[in-house]
Structures are given as C-alpha cells and as structure tokens.
C-alpha cells in the first residue's frame, strides 16, 4: 500500500499497511502493529516492566471502537485500570486485582463518548522516546495524557470504583485501602 492515513483510535498518521486488527479495539492496521512492537519489548527486551498495566490501559481507551457491547465494556474496564494507577496509586498488578474486584460486581457500564485525540500521546510516542528517558517514564506520559483526554468522565469512572468497593460518599475511608509496591 501507498500513503498515509490517521488511525481510527488515536489519530496518529502512520504509512498504510495492509494486515490485522483487534476484533474491536478501534485501531488502524498500522497502529496496532505500532502497538504489538511495543508490548513485544515490553515482553522482552523489558522483562515485563511494572508499568505494562498502563501500556494497556491507555491504548485501549484510545481505541474505544464502535458503540457496542463489547467495546463499552473495554473502555470501562480500561478507564477503571487507569484510575486506580493514576488517581488512586495503585501499582500494576495490585491495580489489576482491584479492577477484577470492580469488575466481579458486574457494573453496568455505559457508552462513554470518546475525547478527541488533538494533542495527546500515542504508541508511537512512546517507541520513539528519547534513550535517555525511561521508558516507565514515557509510558507513564503517555497513559497521563489519555486519562486527562477522558476528563470529562473521570467522576463517572470514580463512582464504578467507589460503588463496587462499597466506598461511602460521606467522606468515610474507602474499604480497601490503596496498596503500593
């Protein structure tokens, strides 16, 4: 293939290639490759790195796909993942033991509608960071940028979490304390 497109997801304008896809994550050909790059060096070359739980997450929510069951609950678990490192403290994996608490109460995740992707991050930024910047570091940027890209549900996502952990909105302490490693 010849030229340039965006991706569907993320907007980022990558060469045109011609191979696969997620069933329903919403990225182009190119971007998902870009992506399957990055979680291979994770994999690999990074030996798992702690912030792989972000790596996930953020591109996951930058490609929210088409309203339908499937994608609703990716964005939801995803945007839950985020909160619970960003806002909340979480490390990766205790933050996945938390999400799969949140999500065993079997929320009823709505259609959020996704932000623009104007001036955030993407995959690629992270696989171009500078050598002398971290790739935790860089990874950590990037899923940033994504959660404030979804601002305008950020209550949302912390009421799912505050519900499912029987967080009481009357300023009481959460239930399950946030773990750190």
């Not at 010849?2 to 304008?13: L, N, R, T, W």
């Not at 609950?73 to 403290?89: A, D, K, M, P």
């Not at 601002?151 to 239930?175: I, S």
């Amino acid at each position: 293939m010849s030229g340039e497109a965006p991706c569907p997801g993320c907007a980022v304008v990558l060469a045109e290639y011609d191979g696969p896809t997620h069933p329903y994550i919403g990225a182009s050909p190119a971007c998902w490759a870009l992506y399957g790059e990055l979680l291979a060096r994770e994999y690999g070359e990074l030996g798992y790195p702690a912030c792989h739980r972000l790596t996930v997450d953020a591109y996951a929510v930058q490609h929210p796909g088409s309203r339908e069951r499937r994608t609703i609950q990716s964005v939801g678990t995803h945007l839950t993942g985020l909160f619970l490192v960003l806002e909340r403290g979480f490390d990766g994996p205790a933050a996945t033991a938390m999400k799969n608490d949140v999500l065993a109460t079997g929320p009823d995740f709505p259609w959020l509608s996704p932000p623009g992707a104007a001036e955030v991050l993407t995959v690629r930024d992270v696989l171009l960071a500078q050598p002398d910047i971290r790739h935790s570091d860089a990874v950590y940027t990037w899923a940033r940028s994504v959660w404030e890209a979804w601002e305008l549900h950020h209550d949302t996502v912390a009421g799912w979490v505050d519900a499912a952990l029987g967080v009481a909105v009357n300023g009481n302490a959460p239930r399950i304390a946030a773990r750190r490693s």
